[in-house]
Each structure stands twice: as C-alpha cells, then as structure tokens.
C-alpha cells in the first residue's frame, strides 16, 4: 500500500485548509489568541502523553515485555 495521497485525499485536505483559513480571517483577535493557546495546550499535552507513553515502552523493554 502506498503512503502517496489520492485526489480525494488532497481534495479533502485543501477543503480543511480553506475552512481553517476562513475561520482565522473571521476570528476577532481575541478568539484568535484563545484558539492559539489552546493549541498550545493541546500540543503540550499530547507530548506529555508521548513521554510517557515512550517511558512506558523502555520500562516494559528493559523488564522484558512486550
């Protein structure tokens, strides 16, 4: 299987792009800065959920499983 985007697949991602691009254009710099932080959040988050899912792995590796 190959990891190249179909049509659909580019379509659909140039469709989510647009509407993202239409939000920030209607957004008031307020909404703005909150949507901002809290992407930051989120990103925070889920690279907190990375460490720990990466120390997770190590400690079952080094105790042998799976």
């Given at each position: 299987?190959?990891?190249?985007?179909?049509?659909?697949?580019?379509?659909?991602?140039?469709?989510?792009?647009a509407e993202?691009?239409?939000?920030q254009?209607?957004?008031?710099?307020?909404?703005?800065?909150?949507?901002?932080?809290?992407?930051?959040?989120?990103?925070?988050?889920?690279?907190?959920?990375?460490?720990?899912?990466?120390?997770?792995?190590?400690?079952?590796?080094?105790?042998?499983?799976?």
């Open positions: 299987m190959s990891d190249t985007p179909t049509a659909t697949d580019r379509i659909d991602t140039a469709e989510r792009q993202d691009v239409q939000r254009q209607d957004q008031t710099p307020d909404e703005a800065a909150q949507e901002s932080v809290e992407k930051e959040d989120i990103e925070e988050e889920e690279q907190a959920d990375v460490d720990r899912l990466e120390e997770i792995d190590a400690a079952l590796t080094e105790n042998g499983g799976p």
